[in-house]
């Protein structure tokens, strides 16, 4: 194993590019600049207690309209339930949308009832969560021919496969077993070659 270099974290930059994504960019980079040694994970709750104890950061109240619109999307989006065949299922799908209105432009997103919902819309919320995955999975493959060509051990991670179906096949088996074998099974003990 190669000796740990000390070198500074490497945080990167944001994706997207959103007045908060540079608010919180800028709130990192002086915890990291405040805690030159810091060596290791990071924690959110560290950085936030310390970038309000420090007047670094202060909150921005929001309407509490806005702030109950915001948990119940986010208590909308992780809705469940178990369908008739027993499985558990995503119950709200959710669409962006944007409509003109005489004020502008008005962006949201609805939630669609997975059952009650017409085909097109409901395979349209499924495509775009397939996008989202596909990115994760495309992003874990990037992280992980960085971490090769890059990390202080010289240590590799092997290739991993993005082939779900053998999981998929795993998770879909029974997970509830009867107490004892049906009655019409014969036992090993009765089996007679002929």
Known sequence: MADKKKT??????????TRT???????LGKYLEAHPDH????????????????GIARHKPISPREALKRRIARH?????????????????????????TPKGVRQGVKYYPLFTTVADIIKETFQIRKGWAYNRVE????????????????????????????????????TTYPAAPPDDIDSEDDYKPS
């Open 21 to 27: 994504d540079a608010h919180m960019d800028f709130l």
């Open 76 to 100: 909308m989006g992780h809705r469940y339930l178990i369908d008739p065949q027993d499985r558990e299922v995503r119950a709200l799908h959710a669409l962006r949308y944007e409509e003109i």
């Open 39 to 54: 060596d290791g994970p990071l924690d959110a709750d560290e950085i936030s207690g310390w970038a309000l104890e420090t």
């Open 8 to 17: 500074a974290i490497a945080v990167g930059s944001p994706r997207r590019h």
């Open 139 to 174: 992003q874990i493959e990037t992280d992980r021919l960085s971490y090769n060509d890059n990390n202080v051990f010289g240590a590799t991670i092997d290739q991993m496969s993005f082939d779900f179906d053998k999981e998929m096949l795993d998770r879909s088996q029974p």
